[in-house]
């Protein structure tokens, strides 16, 4: 018995050192991306950019959808567009742009390429943004201010939390934020308290508000 009782100790002891040093994950945890926002960019990039946009915003109003994208060479050729028209969940306005533009063009990844789109990626569309490899992704309505200021249903994540693995693909896609927010977000009307199915009662810090600094490795927060 007594043989018995410090063989279980024995083994509890030993299991218990061999995973008290573990960490608690795998990868090492690596601050958000670079993100810059539309207040931020130049005279020249805000032009730019807004042009591309408006392109985007556009398409969404022609197809009376709210999620829609278009894929545009850095030198301003506009290569194709996509909007979410919901054929499927997981057709969202940038799939569905990488999508058209791999059928139209045949090709994998968008290196020198830009992608616009009225939303900010959601977790599935940075991850196939990220694997597709375009160098940058401008975005107009953030998803926090969707899901916590207008109760729209989100996966709540900023994007450059999914854009800050590029490390492990060896790829990384320039994030720019806002760009023609003040249009975009009037797509978005508050369903908090209604019994609309797109609204959610969402989780969100008390104090966040629009004005909060946003995380991103660029401004160091
Ligand atoms: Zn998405």
């Known amino acids: 018995m007594k043989l018995l009782l410090s063989l279980i100790l024995f083994i509890f002891v030993a299991f218990a050192t061999a995973h008290n040093d573990c960490p608690k994950s795998a990868y090492l945890d690596v601050p958000p991306s670079d993100l810059v926002q539309a207040k931020d960019l130049s005279a020249a990039d805000k032009v730019f950019h807004e042009k591309y946009m408006r392109i985007a915003i556009q398409v969404a109003i022609d197809n009376n959808a709210k999620f829609a994208a278009a894929i545009v060479h850095k030198n301003g050729t506009v290569m194709c567009t996509g909007v979410n028209t919901g054929r499927a969940r997981i057709y969202h306005g940038e ?18 390429h830009y ?16 694997w597709s490899k375009f160098d940058k992704t401008i975005f107009a309505s953030y998803v926090n ?16 939390e999914i854009f800050k693995l590029g490390y492990g693909i060896n790829h990384n896609t320039q994030l720019i934020g806002g760009v023609l927010e003040e249009i975009t977000d009037t797509f978005f009307p508050s369903l908090c308290g209604t019994d609309n199915s797109w609204g959610v009662v969402p989780l969100c810090s008390e104090n966040w508000r629009r004005s909060c600094p946003r995380s991103s490795r660029y401004f160091g927060y």
């Open 95 to 112: 799939i569905e742009a990488i999508v058209n533009c791999t059928q139209m063009y045949g090709k994998k990844t968008w290196e020198d």
């Open 115 to 130: 992608l616009y789109t009225t939303g900010e990626p959601c977790v599935m569309c940075s991850g196939a943004i990220m």
């Open 145 to 160: 201010n969707m899901y916590c200021e207008r109760c729209f249903n989100q996966l709540p994540m900023d994007s450059n």
